[in-house]
């Protein structure tokens, strides 16, 4: 997982502050603040246990979405935006995102304005889930979604605006091309920068963590100059920075009979569409999926859905400076304050954030702990109603997986 590059002056303080961090977090909307509690207390119970006494999270809230609509009339205040930019790590709840109206996506402009652009998702079956697969053990993937480029760029424009108006008429008579007259306009940009940029991170993590295989997943088929390109660039930057580790599935076929030779990240690509049906039909020969923004944003959920519950994963929004973790559930309003929600996708996040500040250890126990009380049946409605067990509460679940801590 990619870490931040900034030096800091004072090696004393540099480690004073490695071993008692000063982390952000944000509670979120609908099921947010009883999630958040849940990770909070679990991470600080993996802590306690790894390192006793000797490292410890000093966690600073920070007000998102409706709650700080509701107190300072702005979903992403200013005096927010500064706590984010002057730390570098931020825990999230979930955060409600309007549907064809309303504020933009502040996950989406969280990502923006911190230059957050490898979305990293390990997508993994724990035993005791309830999954469609025969052999849902054959699951375990990561995702790099590149963040901060394609659609989710936001420039569009509705079909009745003066944008849209004077964009079909440039297009019409510059290019000779028709658009309806009725048709909403946006704009697809996938650059080469951003397109290197999250090569490096994808195959950077396949070798710190010996997996492998990165594919490149695109519509390269159809959008040439887009995700085409995304294809294009990110096998050069695979042979011109990594050719020591790598090699392309067509030189495996010419060169080696079909065989990776040993100690080789093997590079290929799939058409996004077959990318589906491949992880569902062979998920075993998939590692790590390297995508755009928008395929990265819908392999993830279906991935997810092949362990057999999305509420069970974290995820990971890294940059060169900071770092964003957050589940990848909605926010569930209708269970909100019910004692019922999964909090389980937000306690991995954590585990995830421990990892990539170098706390290894917490980040084990803590994942050990949940993979323990999935397995034991010891889970929240959600889950419980598939594996037909008892169902735990939101904090007698929590409970159980801090009981569990350390005895894996």
Same mark, same amino acid.
């Given at each position: 997982?990619?870490?931040? /590059? ?14 008692? #961090? ?17 990770a909070i207390s679990a991470i600080d119970a993996a802590v306690r246990y790894a390192y006793s ?22 979903? +992403? ?5 500064? +706590?984010?930019?002057?730390? %570098?790590? +931020? +825990? ?11 504020? /933009? ?19 993994? *079956? ?5 999954? #469609? ?10 995702? @790099? ?12 424009? &509705? *079909? ?15 290019? =000779? ?5 009725? !048709?909403?306009? $946006?704009?697809?940009?996938?650059? /080469? ?12 993590? !396949? ?11 695109? %519509?390269?088929?159809?959008? %040439? @100059? ?15 920075? *990594?050719?020591?580790?790598i090699v392309t599935e067509a030189e495996v076929v010419q060169r080696y009979n079909g065989n990776?030779? %040993? ?12 990318? @589906? ?26 991935? $997810? !859905? ?22 990848? =559930? &909605? ?13 389980? $996708? ?9 990892? *990539?500040?170098g706390w290894e250890e917490a980040a084990e126990v803590l994942r050990k702990a949940v993979e ?20 735990? &509460? ?11 801590? $350390?005895? &894996?």
């Amino acid at each position: 997982m990619p870490r931040s /590059r900034t030096p800091d002056a004072d090696p004393k303080a540099k480690k004073a502050a490695d071993n008692y #961090p000063a982390i952000l977090y944000a509670k979120g909307d609908g099921v947010g603040p009883e999630i958040m509690a849940s990770a909070i207390s679990a991470i600080d119970a993996a802590v306690r246990y790894a390192y006793s006494g000797k490292r410890e999270i000093s966690w600073k809230e920070i007000v998102i979405g409706k709650e700080a609509s509701k107190k300072l009339g702005d979903p +992403l205040p200013e005096k927010t935006v500064g +706590l984010i930019r002057s730390h %570098k790590l +931020l +825990l999230k709840g979930p955060l409600e995102t309007p549907v064809g109206t309303g504020h /933009r996506s502040l996950n989406v402009e969280l990502r923006m304005l911190l230059d957050l652009y490898a979305n990293i998702r390990p997508v993994k *079956y724990f035993e005791g889930l309830k999954s #469609p697969l025969s052999n849902p053990k054959a699951v375990d993937m990561v995702i @790099f979604r590149e963040n901060t480029d394609d659609i989710y760029t936001g420039i569009e424009w &509705g *079909y009745d605006s003066e944008n849209a108006r004077a964009l079909r008429s440039f297009v019409s008579e510059r290019y =000779h091309i028709y658009l309806e007259t009725d !048709a909403g306009i $946006g704009i697809k940009q996938i650059s /080469r920068s951003k397109t290197e940029r999250i090569t490096r991170a994808a195959i950077e993590y !396949a070798i710190k963590n010996k997996r492998r295989s990165v594919t490149i997943m695109h %519509k390269g088929n159809i959008m %040439k @100059f887009t995700e085409g390109a995304f294809r294009e660039w990110a096998y050069e930057t695979a042979i011109r920075e *990594y050719r020591g580790s790598i090699v392309t599935e067509a030189e495996v076929v010419q060169r080696y009979n079909g065989n990776v030779p %040993k100690g080789k990240i093997l590079i290929n690509d799939r058409i996004a569409d077959n990318m @589906f049906q491949q992880i569902i039909t062979r998920p075993g020969d998939y590692d790590i999926i390297l995508a755009p923004n928008l395929n990265g944003d819908y392999i993830s959920d279906a991935a $997810g !859905a092949l362990v057999g519950d999305i509420g069970v994963l974290g995820s990971a929004d890294i940059g060169e400076r900071s770092g964003m973790f957050e589940a990848v =559930h &909605g926010t569930a309003q209708k269970y909100a304050g019910k004692n019922v929600a999964n909090p389980t $996708g937000i306690i991995i996040s954590g585990a995830m954030m421990l990892e *990539y500040m170098g706390w290894e250890e917490a980040a084990e126990v803590l994942r050990k702990a949940v993979e323990s009380a999935i397995k034991d049946g010891k889970v929240t409605d959600d889950l419980a109603r598939y594996a037909k067990v008892k169902a735990l &509460g939101t904090k007698e679940y929590t409970a159980e997986i801090i009981k569990r801590i $350390g005895k &894996g």
